[in-house]
């Protein structure tokens, strides 16, 4: 009798939905598959049959077998499944073992939603402060790391930034400001970045992937799969993201099981939400304007005791009929980001927001930030979708703010070398998730 013990893996596809090119179906010969730490429960065999159903007339109470839509081969039917594919995983960093997340599942997994920058350096020491916006380094990160996000262990709490101008006269510019423990020589921590695509890279992601079902008896494979959804919220204080894949197509092959895969675990250490400031900028960021500078915006730390944040893909499927697919690809038509803080003291200086349309930057760090390690997110222009003057006072509890934010469009990245905005990587993006290497 076989045991439902089963792991999940994945693989990055070099083409959508991993087509043999001799027969035109999906095929795993030349997929390297990573098994993935997560969570169990979420480990099912996924999708549901798509089916042509037949209402024909008939001279009794009996209906006819519905017709599957698929293809053929060798005068076969060939079994097609489409659905979801759900994953959770916490967030435990690369660590010293390498300094890249391209051959990571973590990368692996943002990746297939999102696009990614790995900075030119992985730390360097400033060699003076000008402020709290702004560091000489001792070796300057090259122009295309603007936007990336960056992280310093001050006084003992993992703070970050990202990084808004390169400057030609050698200083690196970053906002929203880091505290006033920002003095001396710190290292500067450099985190691998993931964005959405904006403007003119609108609708693109790093890669597709495929996932693998394995266990007892048992084995299923998804193809063509795309980041529909991630959700990040707490877990005693550790960060746990909910991952929801739409698969292009899902088949099983239990007669080739060979039981589950231990999984593949980083070296690192989880993201805590401890250690850590949840900063909101006091002042707006540069949004509709084009900035003759990299925005430098002052910090306001929040007693923030609990977030959650979820970042929505709608997907589109680009139809065809040339493949069992249905589809070429599927593109990202349109993304949904909101962050929710739950405040236990009241910020009576944000009370107006909604208000006065207000747009700030907000950032959520995690601790802890070192070589390898550290965890950010970040919203660079955002507004509050809810009236934050609207305290909760129920029971006997303490008095508590919501906080409910979205993203608008930023425009505060700039490239003083060419004197313009800077808008290619993670420049300019309107999301941030950054990991440390």
């Given at each position: ?89 916490d ?39 000008a ?57 500067i ?26 266990g ?12 529909e ?36 675990y980083n070296?690192g ?9 949840v ?36 997907l ?122």
């Open positions: 009798m076989a045991v439902t013990h089963r792991s999940l893996s994945i693989a990055i596809e070099s083409s959508f939905g991993s087509l043999d090119s001799s027969t035109g179906l999906p095929s795993t010969s030349g997929l390297t598959y990573i098994s993935i730490p997560c969570e169990r429960d979420p480990i099912v065999i996924y999708g549901d049959v798509v089916a042509s159903e037949r209402t024909d007339a008939r001279d009794g109470a009996f209906s006819v077998p519905a017709e599957p839509d698929t293809v053929w081969a060798s005068g076969s039917r060939v079994r097609r499944r489409t659905g979801s594919i759900e994953c959770r995983v967030l435990t960093t690369i660590g010293t073992a390498a300094n890249t997340y391209d051959a990571n599942y973590l990368g692996y997994l943002l990746g297939a939603g999102l696009l990614t920058k790995t900075p030119s350096q992985t730390s360097d020491t400033a060699s003076a402060i402020s709290v916006n702004k560091y000489t380094p001792t070796s300057a990160p090259a122009v295309a790391d603007i936007g990336t996000l960056i992280g310093a262990d001050l006084s003992g709490r993992a703070e970050y930034s990202a990084i808004t101008d390169n400057d030609v006269s050698g200083d690196v510019t970053i906002s929203p400001a880091l505290s006033a423990n920002f003095t001396g020589t710190p290292t921590r450099h985190l691998q970045t993931w964005y959405p695509g904006t403007r003119d890279r609108s609708g693109t992601k790093t890669h597709s992937v495929a996932f693998q079902v394995n007892v008896d048992f084995k299923t494979d998804g193809f063509g799969c795309v980041l959804s991630i959700s990040i919220s707490l877990d005693s204080g550790r960060l746990m993201a909910d991952l929801v894949y739409q698969a292009a197509i899902i088949q099983d092959d239990h007669a080739a099981a060979t039981g589950p895969v231990e999984p593949s070296t250490a989880p993201a805590f939400f401890r250690g850590a400031y900063v909101v900028s006091s002042t707006a960021p540069s949004s509709l304007t084009d900035p003759v500078a990299g925005d430098t915006l002052a910090r306001t730390d929040l007693d923030c005791e609990d977030f959650s944040f979820t970042m929505t893909n709608t589109t499927p680009k139809g065809h009929s040339n493949s069992i697919l249905a589809m070429s690809e599927m593109e990202i038509s349109d993304i949904d980001v909101e962050l929710t803080l739950t405040l236990s003291a009241p910020n009576t200086s944000l009370d107006q927001d909604y208000f006065n349309r207000q747009l700030r930057q907000v950032l959520v760090g995690t601790g802890p930030v070192g070589d390898g390690l550290g965890c950010c997110i970040m919203i660079p222009c955002a507004y509050l979708n809810n009236d934050p003057s609207k305290y909760e006072v129920g029971g006997n509890d303490i008095v508590r703010q919501t906080l409910t934010y979205k993203q608008s469009r930023y425009n505060g990245d700039f490239d003083t070398g060419v004197s313009s905005p800077y808008n290619s990587n993670a420049g300019n993006s309107f999301l941030r998730i950054g990991l440390g290497i």
